[in-house]
């Protein structure tokens, strides 16, 4: 099957609308063996002394965005994840209550263009294309307003997950938290209207799933609400929010995209582990 390729760093057409002043996209990168963040801006990032989080503090550095290689944008404390959150991907099971919530570790995490492991005793591996929150603020017991402006923005994230682990094992540990099981990126965008925005995930250059994400069950303030009554969340913190529709098994030599409109793509393949 031919594989459309397309730069990591392409936005699409529909995201195009959603450029404006405020809205800025940042990224974490790998530079002659430093890791640093950076602020795109057009094709060059522009360095930050430090975190995002902290504010746009420059370090005068400069860089083309094609001499960088792209990590994960931002290093989180914790990596938390809703389940059952589209009507699309609930099937016969009912709406649920309250957001529905568990943990992924942190060394699931993986980097755009890097490759999705398939473990060696693992025989149904799926895709989940899901928007991720980025937690810019401590939160506790946050109420709605709170939790709304205590989100620093959002990147695209990919919850893969092996099917029969999931159904068969006491917790998700490695169903959902196998090295390699949290791709993440390319990059964070903050300012942007997120209900505007659609996403969709391509195996082989496939459409697989297609939603927007105005269809939500819990839109994001309320999963950081719900989150925050029990676990305090802290600056840097992910949330993977659910995956709507249908998914299936991948294999080794595919690949697969996650793109969300004002945000970008996050492409990686699939090797055996």
Same mark, same amino acid.
């Given at each position: 099957m031919k594989i459309t390729r397309?730069?990591?760093?392409?936005? =699409?057409?529909?995201? +195009? !609308? *959603?450029?404006s002043?405020?809205?800025?996209?940042?990224v974490r990168f790998l530079k002659d063996g430093r890791t640093a963040y950076g602020l795109m801006d057009g094709g060059r990032i522009r360095e930050l002394r430090g975190s995002p989080l902290a504010g746009d503090v420059f370090s005068g550095a400069v860089h083309p965005s094609s001499s960088?290689?792209? +990590?994960?944008?931002?290093?989180?404390? %914790?990596?938390?994840?809703?389940?059952?959150?589209?009507?699309?991907? +609930?099937?016969?099971?009912?709406?649920? %209550? *309250? =957001?529905?919530?568990?943990?992924?570790?942190?060394?699931?995490?993986?980097?755009?263009?890097?490759?999705?492991?398939?473990?060696?005793?693992?025989?149904?591996?799926?895709?989940?294309?899901?928007?991720?929150?980025?937690?810019?603020?401590? +939160?506790k017991n946050a109420s709605l307003a709170e939790a709304q402006a205590g989100i620093f923005g959002y990147t695209c994230g990919n919850d893969v997950s092996e099917r029969d682990w999931q159904k068969g094992d006491l917790q998700w540990w490695r !169903?959902? #938290?196998?090295?390699?099981? #949290? =791709?993440?990126?390319?990059?964070?965008?903050t300012g942007l209207d997120i209900g505007r925005s659609g996403i969709e995930l391509r195996v082989n250059g496939e459409t697989k799933q297609? *939603?927007?994400?105005?269809?939500?069950?819990?839109?994001?303030?309320?999963c950081v609400q719900q989150i925050s009554r029990y676990v305090t969340l802290e600056p840097g913190d992910v949330i993977f929010t659910g995956t709507p529709g249908t998914t299936t098994a991948m294999k080794a030599g595919d690949v697969v995209e996650v793109e969300i409109d004002g945000i970008g793509m996050l492409r990686n393949p699939v090797k055996a582990g």
């Open positions: 397309r730069s990591t760093f392409a936005l =699409p057409l529909a995201a +195009l !609308a *959603q450029q002043e405020g809205v800025k996209r940042y960088v290689k792209l +990590l994960y944008p931002m290093e989180p404390p %914790k990596v938390i994840a809703v389940g059952l959150n589209y009507r699309s991907h +609930l099937g016969e099971r009912p709406v649920p %209550k *309250q =957001p529905e919530i568990f943990f992924k570790p942190t060394t699931c995490l993986q980097n755009p263009g890097d490759p999705i492991l398939i473990p060696r005793d693992a025989k149904n591996v799926h895709y989940e294309a899901e928007l991720v929150i980025v937690v810019g603020k401590k +939160l !169903a959902k #938290g196998s090295d390699t099981f #949290g =791709p993440m990126g390319p990059m964070i965008a297609k *939603q927007v994400l105005s269809d939500l069950i819990f839109d994001c303030p309320t």
